[in-house]
């Protein structure tokens, strides 16, 4: 079993539309958790951080952890075509583990 | 504004070179990381840095090697590149002020003939 498990997608929705990405991890031990986007042939660039349970608002993104289901999750709202990308999830303690990332497709 | 930057964008080798990728990164960060991603597989590490000269091994260091003489450079080495070892390498840092976030570079795609 993987530490992290990420949806691969696509996930496609029109534009407007709320998107849901989640993770699940196993390990409890994991105290960090990030959001990345990634457009194609590009590095990953960070979206959003949290550290430890809670939600966190940034604009049209929400980034929710809760940790007794070890389960987080990344919410975008008034989804644009300029959102279409692959987003990772990170987590860790004093490493960071990857989960595979969801390739997300809005169209106009 | 953290800038991480990596030698090269793409880079075609032959099996049996040897394949340097640097990284530079300007934010005085103590830490560097070397990856390699590959679809299905998301991020692996490669080999990490705490420190100039320090070096440590990650999930996947065989067939690659590190060098790290100044803090804000961080070398990736293919000793004797493979075919296996066509990827997309990215390179990322974080230190004191950037907590555990990291900040990646553009990515290189390396393809090995």
């Not at chain 1, 992290?4 to 407007?16: I, M, R, T, Y």
């Not at chain 2, 590149?81 to 974080?94: D, G, H, I, K, V």
Request: with cysteine.
């Amino acid at each position: 079993q993987k530490e992290v498990e990420q949806d691969p997608g696509p996930l496609s929705v029109p534009e407007g539309a709320i998107v849901s990405l989640n993770c699940t991890y196993s390990n409890s031990a994991f105290q960090y958790f990030m959001w990345y986007r990634q457009y194609s042939r590009k590095g990953p660039e960070l979206l959003m951080y949290t550290y430890s349970s809670g939600n966190k608002e940034d604009g049209r993104f929400t980034a929710q952890v809760d940790k007794s289901s070890k389960y987080i999750s990344l919410f975008i709202r008034d989804s644009q075509p300029s959102d279409s990308a692959t987003y990772l999830c990170a987590m860790g303690f004093q490493k960071l583990v990857f989960g595979t990332g969801t390739r997300l497709l809005v169209s106009p | 504004d953290v800038k991480v930057t990596q030698s090269s964008r793409y880079l075609v080798k032959r099996t049996g070179e040897k394949v340097f990728l640097e990284c530079v990164q300007d934010m005085d960060h103590e830490n560097m990381f070397w990856y390699r991603q590959d679809p299905g597989l998301g991020l692996r590490l490669i080999y990490f840095s705490y420190d100039v000269k320090m070096k440590e091994k990650g999930d996947i260091p065989e067939g690659y090697s590190v060098s790290r003489e100044k803090k804000e450079r961080f070398s990736l080495i293919l000793e004797s590149a493979s075919t296996n070892q066509t990827s997309m390498y990215l390179c990322a840092s974080n230190g004191r002020d950037s907590g555990e976030t990291q900040y990646f570079g553009p990515g290189t795609r390396l393809l090995v003939l």
